[in-house]
């Protein structure tokens, strides 16, 4: 196993150990800059809006400021690629409306 590898499994075995979306919250909050939880919660918003809605990815970096080069990457894994991440979240939580904080 590569160093890379060890280093995913660590964080995502930590990941699973938090019981509520607070606890999720601060342990984000700890570990990640606000830039990257911004690009974070740009992404899952990305993947939201691309689900959810036949905006084109012009409109939706008009409406989220992200640029349509993430929105085709956020595309590219919630249609193509094998790991589907996105995917298992999204029809976990159901499509509620985005909100905005």
């Not at 999720?24 to 909050?29: S, Y």
């Not at 689900?51 to 400021?65: K, M, N, P």
């Not at 349509?68 to 589907?84: N, S």
Request: net charge negative; glycine share 4%; hydrophobic share 35%.
């Amino acid at each position: 196993m590569t160093q890379t590898k060890r280093d995913i499994n660590g964080l995502t075995e930590a990941l699973s150990q938090l019981e509520t979306t607070e606890e999720m919250r601060r342990f984000l909050v700890d570990l990640c800059t606000p830039a990257e939880l911004r690009a974070l919660s740009e992404r899952w918003q990305v993947a939201r809006l691309l689900d959810s809605t036949d905006l084109s990815y012009r409109d939706i970096s008009a409406q989220t400021g992200v640029s349509t080069t993430t929105i085709g990457r956020v595309a590219r894994f919630l249609k193509d690629e094998p790991h589907q991440g996105y995917r298992i979240v999204l029809d976990r939580i159901g499509q509620d409306p985005i909100k905005e904080h």
